[in-house]
């Protein structure tokens, strides 16, 4: 049973556009959450992280947005391009539990010219 | 720095066969760990290791062994390989100490691709 509910399982964005990604979570033990991103045949790459007591974190076009009341925190791409075509992925992490991240199902973003 | 490397990157295997997927770290890093990724399920730990000499399972440990005799290697041995184990299998490294927030940040070596007939 996963730990960290990802939605949508796809989505497919035009060139500028806006790609939202969203996760869910129940264990409040959780105390950090970050995005990975993996283009085909390579591994997951880490794009941005978030701690639950700031409510936004933004890096460049890649925004995190956290709701620690709703146990919910998603991903914003903004003039999404081409090149940011890629499976992410959402994560957590409990309190002293380094490293063992509980990943969610992974979204396909397509973004076409 | 190589960072996370992974051999082979494509294995098939018959039912029953055994085999090792070897991992290599040059970055110094105390943790390292081992996920398996399938469709529609996302990335889950098989096993990992805080440090040289010790190890410890995660979500799915069931077929795997592993041991970590040096901080750069970390190889991950399939006993007696199943068809449910075709899958493909990425090594990462880590720091172990706070270091901020990009100090968590995970390393993920290039993955192999296992298939199990």
């Known amino acids: 049973q996963q730990q960290v509910k990802q939605s949508p399982q796809s989505l497919i964005v035009q060139k500028g556009g806006i790609s939202i990604i969203n996760c869910a979570y129940e264990?409040?033990?959780?105390?950090?959450f970050p995005w990975y991103q993996q283009f085909p045949g390579k591994g997951p790459a880490l794009l941005i992280a978030?701690?639950?007591?700031?409510s936004e974190k933004k890096e460049g076009r890649f925004t995190i947005s956290f709701n620690k009341s709703a146990k919910q925190f998603s991903l914003h791409i903004m003039d999404s391009q081409p090149g940011d075509s890629a499976t992410y992925f959402c994560?957590?992490?409990?309190?002293?539990?380094?490293?063992?991240?509980?990943f969610g199902a992974g979204t396909q973003v397509v973004v076409t010219p | 720095n190589a960072g996370v490397t992974q051999t082979p990157k494509f294995q098939v295997l018959k039912t029953g066969q055994s085999m090792t997927l070897q991992c290599a770290q040059d970055?110094?890093?105390?943790?390292m760990s081992w996920y398996r990724q399938d469709p529609g399920m996302g990335l889950r730990l098989i096993h990992y290791s805080v440090g040289a000499g010790i190890t410890d399972q995660g979500e799915v440990p069931n077929g795997y062994n592993v041991s970590r005799s040096t901080t750069e290697d970390f190889p991950l041995r399939l006993l007696s390989a199943a068809p449910s184990q075709t899958s493909v299998y990425f090594c990462?490294?880590?720091?172990?100490?706070?270091?901020?927030?990009?100090?968590?940040?995970?390393?993920f070596g290039p993955g192999t691709r296992l298939t199990v007939t």
């Open positions: 994560a957590a992490r409990k309190t002293d539990s380094w490293g063992k991240l509980q």
């Open positions: 264990n409040t033990a959780f105390d950090y």
């Open positions: 990462a490294s880590s720091y172990s100490r706070d270091r901020g927030l990009r100090g968590y940040e995970q390393y």
């Open positions: 970055m110094n890093h105390e943790y």
């Open positions: 978030i701690r639950p007591d700031v």
